[in-house]
């Protein structure tokens, strides 16, 4: 079975530029996860979904950040304007039932992105 | 989350078992203990998981100790392709949200 598939790969933008980060979970998966990750903080969670439904954006760094799932094959996350400092590897994970479901979070290649 | 300690970096020659400890003092009783690889350059990789038993895959074996405030994630027969950075979490029950750490960064040494 495929895996988490996240596109770009790599993304170079200027500051300013919008960033769109798209994420295709595995098929079946009613969580869907996006995680950012740098030097300075590591890998943490920005938000997450449950049958396309938002249930926890205490992650999300500001309101330049948006998330969105229009439908269970498909998530977007959006970084309007971008910023040098949201440069960083954006990781998408889903699972099936969740973590106390036994089911464990299975993430993706990850998007490395780089604002100048 | 349960708070976990790890070890920052260990070695182990190739061939030989890695054991990677992680210490969760404050885990509640339904709490599960998780752990997570990432090899330079990748996603985190789900390894194993278990609550009170020990627990055995194609991947790895993960010893719990009785009281629960340990566990000790073994690798049985490690190649260079298991360095990485190994990552040990418990997160809160009903908690949807996996809190990583700084893990433990292993090297297989030839």
């Known amino acids: 079975d495929a895996g988490v598939i996240q596109s770009p790969r790599h993304e170079v933008t200027e500051m300013g530029q919008e960033v769109t980060l798209r994420c295709k979970p595995i098929s079946g998966h009613d969580y869907l996860f996006w995680y950012r990750q740098t030097m300075m903080r590591g890998l943490e969670l920005l938000i997450y979904f449950n049958n396309n439904v938002p249930i926890d954006d205490s992650g999300m760094p500001e309101d330049r950040f948006s998330a969105k799932m229009p439908n269970a094959s498909f998530s977007t996350l959006k970084i309007q304007p971008s910023e040098p400092r949201d440069s960083a590897v954006y990781f998408c994970?889903?699972?099936?039932?969740?973590?106390?479901?036994?089911?464990?979070?299975?993430f993706g290649d990850g998007t490395r992105l780089s604002i100048l | 989350d349960a708070k976990t300690t790890q070890p920052p970096s260990m070695d182990c020659a190739e061939g030989r078992a890695a054991n990677l400890p992680c210490n969760h003092s404050?885990?509640?009783?339904?709490?599960?203990v998780y752990w997570y690889r990432q090899i330079h350059s990748q996603g985190p990789q789900y390894i194993i998981h278990g609550l009170k038993n020990n627990e055995t895959n194609e991947m790895a074996s993960l010893i719990i100790t009785e009281d629960r405030k340990s566990s000790t994630l073994i690798l049985p027969h490690a190649t260079l392709r298991d360095t990485a950075v190994y990552y040990c979490i418990a997160p809160n029950f009903g908690n949807e949200k996996l809190t990583f750490g700084t893990g433990t960064r292993l090297t297989i040494i030839p």
């Open positions: 994970a889903s699972s099936l039932g969740g973590l106390y479901s036994n089911q464990p979070q299975h």
């Open positions: 404050t885990i509640s009783g339904n709490e599960y």
